[in-house]
């Protein structure tokens, strides 16, 4: 099975740059990385998605080596709205890439 | 979430009972998964379906059994329910392989109590 890992939780203040890492050691050829952002009492929501260098969308950049044994999401000038749980997901190569399975994520808690 | 809906939204039941979770999209994608989510545990795959009557285990599947009789519908059965199959439960759809593929729409969640 793919196995992502990542900080429990990370604290930050407003305006600041965060930089969450996810670990992917078994990530196979074809398999996406992709970040979601979920709030309490809601489902998780599409954030970013790259394959290898970097990718940038209105809210976040992605940072990925060319091992592609990690992943960087980057949250420029965060804000107390950003304060979530933040998944990396990658597909798992023993279900033919859709056997998709989440690590634990990381508690981002942005502060005055 | 547009385009995919879970039902009921909340159930309360009792040990031993049989339980169903209805996942409906009109998106007409061919991935849909169930996940369980539990405080301290994230989100846990239970089983997933790759199209219609296609179906496989995820990492908690004990308990659970799951149908996909046409592409928009993809069922959730608790057999007989246990207090340890309290959670919330999201229903998740993607619709292609290649770049998109790990890209999952949820739905609002299915919290079920069993006492």
């Known amino acids: 099975l793919a196995k992502t890992t990542q900080p429990i939780s990370m604290d930050s203040y407003e305006g600041q740059e965060v930089n969450i890492t996810c670990s992917h050691n078994?990530?196979?050829?074809?398999?996406?990385i992709t970040w979601y952002q979920q709030f309490p009492s809601q489902g998780p929501r599409f954030i970013i998605q790259?394959?290898?260098t970097k990718v940038t969308n209105e809210v976040a950049s992605l940072f990925i080596p060319a091992d592609r044994k990690s992943s960087t999401l980057s949250l420029p000038r965060v804000s107390l709205s950003d304060t979530a749980v933040y998944y990396c997901?990658?597909?798992?190569?023993?279900?033919?890439?859709?056997?998709?399975?989440f690590g634990t994520g990381t508690q981002l808690k942005v502060e005055l | 979430d547009a385009g995919i809906t879970q039902s009921p939204r909340h159930k309360v039941t009792e040990t031993g009972t049989p339980v169903t979770l209805r996942c409906h999209q009109t998106?007409?994608?061919?991935?849909m998964y169930w996940y369980r989510q539990d405080p301290g545990h994230g989100l846990r795959l239970i089983h997933y379906?790759?199209?219609?009557?296609?179906?496989d285990k995820g990492e908690v599947s004990d308990g659970y059994s799951v149908s996909r009789s046409k592409t928009e519908d993809f069922l959730l059965t608790l057999e007989s329910a246990t207090s340890s199959q309290t959670s919330v439960y999201f229903c998740?759809?993607?619709?292609?392989?290649?770049?998109?593929?790990?890209?999952?729409?949820f739905g609002a969640g299915s919290r079920l109590t069993v006492l």
């Open positions: 998740a759809i993607s619709g292609s392989q290649g770049y998109g593929a790990n890209v999952l729409t």
């Open positions: 078994n990530i196979a050829t074809n398999d996406y």
């Open positions: 790259g394959y290898k």
């Open positions: 997901l990658v597909g798992d190569p023993t279900g033919g890439g859709n056997k998709l399975t």
């Open positions: 998106e007409n994608h061919r991935y």
């Open positions: 379906s790759y199209g219609v009557k296609d179906t």
